[in-house]
């Protein structure tokens, strides 16, 4: 089935260092969202992306649908402690009638060293 | 605007039980999605209900349905439970387009035992 990989698995960084994450796949997606889910609580939506080579930016996150449509990344900026959680990609497949049947990464661990 | 809620947040059952969770969406979404959370498998989707009906199934077996009303509120249900359905189960709303985002709820932790 359709597989997303997301890397790094985790990152340790010192507080105020930049951080890169990005997802691939051999698939096609229409649609790439990035989520933070802290430990107990549900996945946070921060960016949605919905057209290829869009770049979108939420304060210090930024996000960037690939031109290929099988790609995305998510930058963080000047990170702070409270940045610390797990970072999921999502794609929606290229497929008629997908809708919400979301394909998700393994997540990115994210740890910060104030 | 309220968010996603999701009851109960925690839930402990037996082996061969069945369970029944319930979420509320977003005032004025009439999509409900329902994924699995597990540390093995991560976030996989269960199904979708749109307008009341069925719109998407992933891969589960039967013992996992759903249900929507027509306020939009969903229910799902587990029979016959077995141990490996232990997991963070995560309700998700969005107004139902192709291209709308998705969020989720707080999930209902259920650990079978």
Redesign the interface.
Known sequence: ?QQLNQSPQSMFIQEGEDVSMNCTSSSIF??W?W?KQDP??????LI?L?KAGELTSNGRLTAQFGITRKDSFLNISASIPSDVGIY?C?GRPSVS???????????TRLAVHP | KAGVTQTPRYLIKTRGQQVTLSCSPISGHRSVSWYQQTPGQGLQFLFEYFSETQRNKGNFPGRFSGRQFSNSRSEMNVSTLELGDSALYLCASSPGQENSPLHFGNGTRLTVT
């Not at chain 1, 107990?40 to 939506?45: D, H, I, R, S």
């Not at chain 1, 009638?97 to 997540?107: C, Q, S, T, V």
């Open positions: 089935g229409n649609t969202l989520y107990g609580e549900g996945p946070v939506l949605a919905y999921f999502a009638g997908g809708y919400n049947k979301l394909i998700f990464g393994a997540g």
